[in-house]
């Protein structure tokens, strides 16, 4: 059975803001129940996670400094879909290789997570890379203070649990491949 509901319906849109990175616009809208209002949003290109595990059962997580919450952090190797990736998967595999000098033999997708609904339609695609070869990362600079360690998987899903690696991707991509029985 279907339930259907009344949708939103979007009257007009401007942008407030706009850099490189992402817009902020406020639209003008009716909501599901007739009423008028105006709801202002970010709107920013998707990005990828990469979980990379080694035949040893040890992943691949960075440690940087990360400007917005103004501390430094555990994640995995994540980064944006640039207009050349031909898709999410393209953009993993250029991530990968960029922030850890890794490249994957296997990518298995993971899915995607809604990073901050209602405040931005940005989007995080998971995947899961394996049959890794290591060899020298490429980093740009605002990564220079990037560090890669090679953790136990036990280890990172412990950081996990104790909110230790907050970045939304990363936490969905060691949960969802957890789940699934696709990293111990």
């Known amino acids: 059975m279907t339930e259907r509901r009344a949708a939103w319906a979007r009257l007009s849109s401007a942008v407030r803001f706009s850099s490189e ?10 909501r599901p129940d007739g009423s008028r209002t105006s709801y202002d949003h970010v ?12 035949a040893d059962g040890h992943v691949a997580v960075t440690r940087q400094w990360i400007y917005v919450h103004g501390q430094i952090q555990w994640r995995l190797p994540a980064g944006g ?3 050349g990736d031909a898709d999410p998967a393209a953009a993993a595999r250029r991530e990968l290789a960029e922030e850890t000098g890794v490249h994957a033999e296997t990518w298995t997708p993971l899915g ?3 990073c901050a609904d209602s405040f931005t339609n940005h989007r995080d695609h998971a995947f899961l890379a394996t049959g890794l070869t290591e060899g020298r990362a490429c980093l740009e600079a605002g990564e220079a203070d990037l560090e890669l360690h090679w953790l136990p998987f036990a280890r990172v899903l412990d950081l996990v649990l104790a909110g230790e690696l907050p970045h939304a991707g990363s936490t ?6 957890r789940v699934r029985g696709l990293a111990e």
């Open 43 to 54: 709107v920013a290109p998707s990005a990828v996670t990469v979980l990379a595990v080694r």
């Open 112 to 114: 995607a997570i809604h």
């Open 81 to 83: 879909i640039e207009p």
């Open 172 to 177: 969905f991509a060691v949960l969802t491949a």
């Open 21 to 30: 990175w992402f817009e902020v616009r406020r639209d003008d809208a009716i």
